[in-house]
Every structure is written in structure tokens, then in C-alpha cells.
T-cell receptor, first 108, second 114 residues
């Protein structure tokens, strides 16, 4: 199956800083999503982005499908951005495969 | 529009007990799936279904059964609970042929087996 690797595994930021989270995948994908898991355990869909670039407020994401990676950008980070960020992809079999996540801590 | 609803939110079982985790969606999604989340492991696929009457195994299916008698419901059954099944369980759904909106997840069930 498709392998999904996320980096870095942990990230500590001071409030107001910018960051880039990376997701590499091992094969062609039909679907790529970024999720934020908040401290209460809820999985929040941030972006559905199998290719191209999208922006939503302080967050943006870019997927370069031909090079098999995606980037999630967080600008002017806030303490509420803390949590775990997951990248998940779907190949031809429709199974959604997750990376192990990036734990982000934003300090005031 | 409730999205994906999971019940219960919390459950404690004794080893050997059985139970069913419920999952229901009201978006007419063909595809439904169950994941478990363990520390440091991300989310791993247990079972999935591409439509009513069709189910298949994911990455970690042992100890779990599923059925899909309707489009809306996809229950997960633990026949004889073991401490290794202590985890947080998530149900997800999506359209199979139109992936524009991706997957929607329920709020999770935290299961402890003692």
C-alpha cells in the first residue's frame, strides 16, 4: 500500500511564528487531505487537496502530485493551532492511509 | 445535517465482553470505514465498505466484525474484547466516485478494555 511520511514529527513554535509541515507519499494518489486533531481529539478537515494550492485564512496548502509531496503552511501561529496535524491519502483502492502525524505546540 | 455520528463516546469493557460501536451518516455516502488511533501510530484502517452489502478488511481487522445492511449505518463489533483493543475508534464516510469533499470523520469512541 501507499506509504505516507510526515515531517518533522514534533514542532514547537512561539506565537506569531510561521511554519511549514511536510507530507511525502510513495505512489500516485487520487485524494489528499490535511486534518487537524485538536486537544479534545476531534479530527477537523483542513484541506482536500490532491493537487494545486488552496488557502483558508492563515492556513494554506500545496500539493505537487508529480513529485509526491504536500506542504501545509501555517502563518502567524496562534495557541489554538496546537494539536496534531495529519496528512492522509487515497490511492486507486479508495483506502485512506494516514501518516503518523506532526505534533505542533504553539507557546504564548 | 448531523454528518457522521458515533455512539457511545466512552466505553469501559472487561476482557472477554462483547459490544458494538455504532456509526451513522446522513450524507448518502457510499463509502464508510473504521479506524483505530493509538499513540505514535496515527490512524489505522480496520474495515471498510464501498456500499450496502459490501465490506472488506483493512490493515488491522483481527478481532473486529462489520456489516453494512443500509447505506446509513456501519456498526463495528468486538466479539471478545482484549486489552490490546484499548484505543480511540473513528468512523469516516465519503462519496466513492466524487471525492471533491474528501472524508468526514465522526467524533470518536474512546474504548478501554480492562
Amino acid at each position: 500500500g501507499i506509504q505516507v511520511e510526515q515531517s518533522p514529527p514534533d514542532l514547537i513554535l512561539q506565537e506569531g511564528a510561521n511554519s511549514t509541515l511536510r507530507c511525502n507519499f510513495s505512489d500516485s494518489v487520487n485524494n489528499l487531505q490535511w486534518f487537524h486533531q485538536n486537544p479534545w481529539g476531534q479530527l477537523i478537515n483542513l484541506f482536500y487537496i490532491p493537487s494545486g494550492t488552496k488557502q483558508n485564512g492563515r492556513l494554506s496548502a500545496t500539493t505537487v502530485a508529480t513529485e509526491r509531496y504536500s506542504l501545509l503552511y501555517i502563518s502567524s501561529s496562534q495557541t489554538t493551532d496546537s494539536g496534531v496535524y495529519f496528512c492522509a491519502v487515497t490511492g486507486a483502492n479508495s483506502k485512506l492511509t494516514f501518516g503518523k502525524g506532526i505534533t505542533l505546540s504553539v507557546r504564548p | 445535517n448531523a454528518g457522521v455520528t458515533q455512539t457511545p463516546k466512552f466505553q469501559v469493557l472487561k476482557t472477554g465482553q462483547s459490544m458494538t460501536l455504532q456509526c451513522a451518516q446522513d450524507m448518502n455516502h457510499e463509502y464508510m470505514s473504521w479506524y483505530r488511533q493509538d499513540p505514535g501510530m496515527g490512524l489505522r484502517l480496520i474495515h471498510y465498505s464501498v456500499g450496502a452489502g459490501i465490506t472488506d478488511q483493512g490493515e488491522v481487522p483481527n478481532g473486529y466484525n462489520v456489516s453494512r445492511s443500509t447505506t446509513e449505518d456501519f456498526p463495528l463489533r468486538l466479539l471478545s474484547a482484549a486489552p490490546s483493543q484499548t484505543s480511540v475508534y473513528f468512523c469516516a464516510s465519503s462519496y466513492t466516485h466524487n471525492k471533491k469533499y474528501g472524508y468526514t470523520f465522526g467524533s470518536g469512541t474512546r474504548l478501554t478494555v480492562v
